[in-house]
C-alpha cells in the first residue's frame, strides 16, 4: 500500500525563496571581496546555515506524510513550469547538501585566505549548491534537467578553477563532455516518459499505474541509466572523477563526498518506486554497481596522491550505492540511506584534511609525507576517525552501513537466491577490503610513519584551529552519529526509506547485533584489509605492470582523438577550400534536407500541387523576364553586364509586388535595387577584369547549385503558404497596426514595431559584418597580399608569371 501525502499549507515560497537567496548571495559577498579577512567566514556560512536549519525544522511533518510542493508557469505554450517538492527523499538530501555546503563554506574562507579569486570561487559554488538544491527538490522532469546541467556548468568552473595548471582544465573538460553527453541522452529518456504519461511531473509518472509495463519504458530507462551513469561514475565513465580532483580541495570536497555525484544515485533513487520491479532496473543497477564497486576499491590503494586515493574510494562508494537501488528489501534501503549520509561525514572531512595538508606542507603525495600527526595532531584526529568509519570500525557510521550492506547479500543467500547473495557479498567483501587497506595506507603514511620514501616535504605554516574546525566537525557527527541512531532514525532515515520504496517503514537500526556471521565477515574485511595495508608497495607494484592502453579513460581519449580527426578532415574538405565550394556544400546540404521532407517517409507533393492556380498574363511575362534576366546573368561576358542583368531580375520582383498590390513594397525593393546595382557598379570599378571564361564543369556545377537554391527557395514559401500548421498572424497584424503601431504601412510597422527588436538584430549583424570586413581591409596581411599582387602583376606584364602561387597564397587566407 502506497503512501497518501498531503500537502502542508504554507505562506512563504520557502523552496523556491531558498533558491533565490543562493543565487542573489553568491554575487554579494563576490562584491564584497571576502579574501580580505578569514572573519568573512561567518557571513559565507549563514544561507546554507539557515537553509539547513529551515529543512531540519520540516522533518516532523515530513515524517508524519506531508509534504511541501509549490508550482510556478515558466512556459505555458510549452507546458513548462518550475516544480518543486519538499519530501522525504528530498529532504534528506537537501540536508546533506546545505550542511555539508555550510562547512564548505566555512572551511574555502580559509584556504583561499588572501587570495583576490576566492570571491569568484564563492560565486561559483553557491551557484553550484543552489543548482543541486534545485536538483533534489524538483518535481517536475524538466525542471530537474535544467537544474542537472546546471550543476555540470558549475561543476566546470569549480574543477578548472586553477586554469593556468594544464590538468585543471583537462579535467574539466572531460567531465563536462561526459557529464553533458549522458545528460542528453537522460533528457531524451525523460521526454519520452513524459509524452507517455502526458505529464512531466514526477509525482504523476510514479503514480501512473502502466508506466513500467510501457513499450516505451526499456528505451527510457536506459537512456536515463547513461545519465546517471555518467553523472555518478559508474563503470565504463568512472574515469573522469580522479581527473577532476585538479579542483580546490573545497570543490573536490563538495562535488565528491555530498553533491554533484551522488545526482545520478538521487534520480535512480526518485525513480525507484515505479521501476524497481523490472529484470532491466535490477539486473542493470546490480551489475553496473557491483562492478564500479570493486573496481573503485581495488583502484584506491594504487595511487601515493591522497586526492587520487580518495576519489577511487568514492567511485567505490557510488558504485555500492547504484547496487543497494537495484533490490528492493529493507537492509538494502537502510544500507543506502545509511551509506549515503556515512560517507558525506567521513568522505569530506578526509578530502579537507587533505586540502590542510596539501596547504601546509606544499604536496599531498604520500612518498614525501610523514609524521604530521606531531606538528598538526587536529587533523591527524580527524582523519584517524574518518578513516575509522570509512573501514568500518565499531562503532562509527561507517561500520553500521557495511554492517548493513553485508547482511542484504547475506539475506538473499538464506532466502535460496544464492547467486545474487553470492555476488554481492564476495563484491561487498573484496571491495571493502582494498578500501580499508587504502585508507590505512594513506593515514599511516601522512601522519605516523617515522620517515617518508622520498625527500620529505617542509612544513610552510601550522593550519590554524578555523581552518581544521569544519572536518573536525563533520567527523564527529559521523562517528557520534552511530550512537543516537535511535533519535532521528524515524525522524529522517524513514521518510527517505519511504519516498523510495512507496511503502511506509518502521526502523530500529542497532549498532550490535552479537557475533552474528556478518559481524565476524566484517573482522575478516578488517584483517584483510590490514594485511592489504602491509604488503601496499607489492599491491602497487602489480598494479603499475597493468597496462593502461585498454582503461576507460585511455578509450575515451582514443575516441575523442578520433572525433577531432575526424572533424578535422571534414573541416579541411569543407572548409579548407575556395569560398565557392565552401558555399555549395551548405547550399545543397538545405536542399537535401527540403528532399528529404518532402519526399520521406511519405510524399508531401500532392499538398503543394492541389493548391496551385494557373498564373495570369502578367505574372507569366514578369517570370519570363526573370528567368531571361538570371540567363543573361550566367552567360555575361562582362562585370558589367552582369549587373545590370541581376538587376533586371531584381526589377522583376519590384513587378510581382506590383502585381499583387504591394506598393509600398514595391518602391522599397526598387530602392534597394538601385542602390545594389550602384554599389556594385562602384566596386567592381576597381576591380581588374576578367576575361570571359566560357562554362566549364565548376562553372555547370555552380549553375546546378544556383538552380536547386531557386527551387529550395520556391518550395520553401509555398510549404509555409499552402501548409501552416498554426493561423495566419498576418489579420492580426492588418488589424492593429493602425491601432497599436500608430501607422497605416503594414510593413513598416511590423518591421518598427511588432519586429522591432528583430530588426535591430538585423541591424546589428549587419554592422558587425561591416566592421568584420572593414577590418580585414585595413588588416596587414591584406596589404601586403595587395603589394605582391600588384608586384606579381608588373612582373607578369614584363613576361614572368608569379600571380598563380599569389593567387593560392590568397585562396589559403580564405580569398578567392
Not at 536515463?224 to 580546490?248: D, N, R, V
Not at 562535488?255 to 554533484?260: G, V
Not at 543516537?484 to 512507496?502: D, H, K, R, V
Amino acid at each position: 500500500m502506497r503512501i497518501t501525502n498531503k500537502t502542508r499549507e504554507h505562506i512563504v515560497p520557502a523552496l523556491a525563496f531558498s533558491l533565490v537567496i543562493l543565487f542573489t548571495f553568491a554575487p554579494i559577498l563576490w562584491l564584497l571581496k571576502p579574501h580580505r579577512s578569514p572573519s568573512f567566514a561567518w557571513l559565507a556560512v549563514l544561507p546554507p546555515a539557515v537553509i539547513t536549519a529551515w529543512q531540519a525544522l520540516q522533518l516532523p511533518a515530513v515524517a508524519q506524510g506531508n509534504f511541501i510542493a509549490e508550482r510556478y508557469v515558466w512556459a505555458p505554450t510549452l507546458g513548462l513550469e518550475l516544480a518543486l517538492r519538499l519530501d522525504g527523499l528530498a529532504l534528506f538530501f537537501g540536508l546533506i547538501i546545505t550542511g555539508v555546503g555550510a562547512c564548505i563554506a566555512f572551511y574555502t574562507a580559509y584556504y583561499f585566505e588572501g587570495d583576490p579569486r576566492q570571491g569568484f570561487f564563492y560565486l561559483v559554488l553557491y551557484g553550484f549548491m543552489a543548482s543541486m538544491l534545485g536538483l533534489v527538490w524538483a518535481d517536475d522532469l524538466l525542471t530537474l534537467f535544467v537544474f542537472w546541467e546546471g550543476t555540470s556548468i558549475t561543476s566546470y568552473l569549480l574543477i578548472a578553477f586553477k586554469s593556468d595548471y594544464k590538468g585543471a582544465t583537462e579535467g574539466a573538460r572531460r567531465a563536462l563532455i561526459v557529464t553533458t553527453a549522458g545528460g542528453l541522452a537522460m533528457l531524451a529518456g525523460m521526454v519520452l516518459l513524459g509524452l507517455h504519461v502526458g505529464s512531466f511531473h514526477i509525482s504523476e509518472i510514479l503514480a501512473a499505474p502502466d508506466i513500467a509495463a510501457a513499450s516505451i519504458t526499456p528505451i527510457a530507462l536506459v537512456l536515463i541509466f547513461l545519465g546517471a551513469f555518467t553523472k555518478s561514475a559508474q563503470f565504463p565513465f568512472q574515469f573522469w572523477l580522479p581527473g577532476a580532483m585538479a579542483a580546490p580541495t573545497p570543490a573536490s570536497a563538495y562535488l565528491h563526498s555530498a553533491t554533484m555525484v551522488k545526482a545520478g544515485v538521487f534520480l535512480l533513487a526518485r525513480l525507484h518506486p515505479a521501476f524497481s520491479e523490472l529484470p532491466l532496473w535490477f539486473w542493470t543497477l546490480f551489475l553496473v554497481g557491483g562492478f564500479t564497486m570493486v573496481l573503485g576499491g581495488v583502484s584506491a590503494i594504487r595511487y601515493t596522491d591522497m586526492k587520487a586515493l580518495l576519489a577511487y574510494a568514492t567511485v567505490a562508494v557510488l558504485g555500492t550505492l547504484v547496487m543497494l537501488l537495484a533490490f528492493r528489501e529493507e537492509y538494502a534501503y537502510e544500507a543506502f540511506v545509511v551509506t549515503v549520509l556515512a560517507h558525506a561525514l567521513y568522505k569530506a572531512p578526509l578530502f579537507l584534511s587533505t586540502g590542510i595538508v596539501d596547504h601546509a606542507m606544499g604536496t599531498r603525495d604520500l612518498r614525501r609525507l610523514a609524521n604530521l600527526a606531531r606538528i598538526m595532531p587536529l587533523v591527524a584526529v580527524t582523519v584517524v576517525l574518518a578513516a575509522l568509519s570509512m573501514s568500518g570500525v565499531i562503532p562509527t557510521m561507517g561500520f553500521l552501513a557495511k554492517e548493513l550492506m553485508l547482511e542484504q547479500g547475506f539475506q538473499r543467500i538464506e532466502h535460496g537466491d544464492g547467486l545474487v547473495g553470492g555476488l554481492m557479498y564476495a563484491a561487498s567483501t573484496l571491495a571493502a577490503l582494498f578500501m580499508a587497506g587504502a585508507i590505512f595506507t594513506l593515514t599511516w603514511e601522512a601522519f605516523f610513519r617515522r620517515q617518508p620514501d622520498e625527500q620529505p616535504a617542509h612544513l610552510h605554516h601550522a593550519p590554524s584551529l578555523g581552518f581544521v574546525a569544519p572536518a573536525l566537525l563533520l567527523t564527529l557527527l559521523g562517528t557520534l552519529g552511530a550512537f543516537f541512531t535511535g533519535a532521528y532514525e524515524n525522524l529522517l532515515f524513514a521518510p527517505t526509506i519511504a519516498a523510495i520504496s512507496g511503502e511506509p517503514i518502521s526502523l530500529k537500526l542497532k549498532l550490535w547485533h552479537g557475533l552474528t556471521p556478518v559481524f565476524l565477515t566484517s573482522l575478516a574485511v578488517l584483517a584483510l584489509g590490514i594485511g592489504i595495508f602491509a604488503l601496499r608497495n607489492r599491491v602497487r607494484q602489480a598494479f603499475a605492470r597493468v597496462p593502461e592502453k585498454f582503461s576507460s579513460l585511455a578509450v575515451y581519449d582514443a575516441t575523442v582523438e578520433a572525433i577531432y580527426h575526424f572533424a578535422y578532415r571534414l573541416t579541411t574538405v569543407i572548409q579548407g577550400s575556395p569560398m565557392a565550394p565552401q558555399v555549395s556544400v551548405t547550399l545543397l546540404a538545405g536542399v537535401a534536407v527540403m528532399v528529404y521532407a518532402l519526399f520521406f517517409p511519405s510524399p508531401r507533393t500532392s499538398v503543394l500541387l492541389d493548391s496551385l492556380e494557373i498564373p495570369s498574363l502578367a505574372e507569366w511575362l514578369i517570370f519570363a523576364l526573370a528567368i531571361l534576366g538570371a540567363l543573361a546573368t550566367v552567360r555575361a561576358r562582362s562585370r558589367l553586364s552582369a549587373i545590370i542583368s541581376l538587376g533586371v531580375v531584381g526589377i522583376t520582383v519590384t513587378l510581382f509586388f506590383i502585381v499583387f498590390g504591394a506598393p509600398d513594397l514595391a518602391l522599397t525593393q526598387l530602392l534597394i535595387e538601385v542602390l545594389t546595382v550602384i554599389l556594385l557598379v562602384l566596386v567592381f570599378f576597381r576591380v581588374r577584369p576578367d576575361p570571359f571564361v566560357e562554362i566549364d564543369k565548376r562553372r555547370a556545377f555552380r549553375i546546378f547549385v544556383a538552380i536547386a537554391m531557386g527551387f529550395f527557395g520556391f518550395t520553401v514559401v509555398m510549404v509555409n503558404h499552402f501548409a501552416q500548421i498554426g493561423e495566419s498572424i498576418s489579420p492580426y497584424f492588418l488589424e492593429n497596426s493602425s491601432s497599436l503601431g500608430k501607422g497605416t504601412n503594414v510593413v513598416n510597422v511590423i518591421l518598427v514595431d511588432f519586429r522591432g527588436y528583430d530588426t535591430l538584430g538585423e541591424i546589428t549583424v549587419l554592422g558587425l559584418a561591416a566592421l568584420g570586413g572593414y577590418a580585414l581591409l585595413r588588416s596587414p596581411q591584406i596589404h601586403k597580399l595587395r603589394r605582391r599582387i600588384v608586384a606579381a602583376r608588373s612582373a607578369s606584364e614584363d613576361g614572368a608569371h608569379p600571380v598563380s602561387s599569389i593567387k593560392q597564397e590568397a585562396a589559403e587566407m580564405g580569398h578567392d
